[in-house]
């Protein structure tokens, strides 16, 4: 997907968030949604993830949000079923601003792609 502007990132941003609290009845923020996407990606259903897991979890969603962006690519699955992911590029230094604005526009990717192709939103 390109990107034109900010105001496009902010715009598709705001419609995820939308649809996503549409399903949840909570808007939900950034880490959020994170964790929304690692518990898809895991693929083991709605459980109690401790504190090491749900961090896991995030880390396994910013994997694959940035895999559109082709910084990391699927390694494969552990005996456990958790998704592990390979750096193939080095992760652009960027501002906290920054940073957010790549993963926000990966991340509405994913959802467009993956979760949501089917459906407008």
Request: with cysteine; net charge negative.
């Amino acid at each position: 997907m390109k990107w034109n502007e900010d105001k496009d990132i902010e715009t598709e941003w705001f419609r995820l968030c939308r649809k996503l609290q549409s399903h949840f009845d909570k808007k939900p923020d950034l880490n959020g949604i994170l964790f929304l996407m690692g518990i898809q990606e895991l693929g083991q259903g709605i459980r109690t993830f401790s504190k090491d897991e749900k961090q896991d979890l995030m880390h396994m969603a910013t994997c694959k949000a940035l895999s559109y962006a082709e910084y990391y690519e699927l390694e494969g699955k552990d005996e456990d079923g958790w998704v592990h992911w390979k750096l193939i590029k080095p992760l652009p230094i960027l501002k906290t601003e920054e940073q957010e604005k790549l993963l926000k526009m990966n991340i509405i990717t994913y959802f467009k792609e993956e979760v949501f192709k089917d459906e407008e939103y």
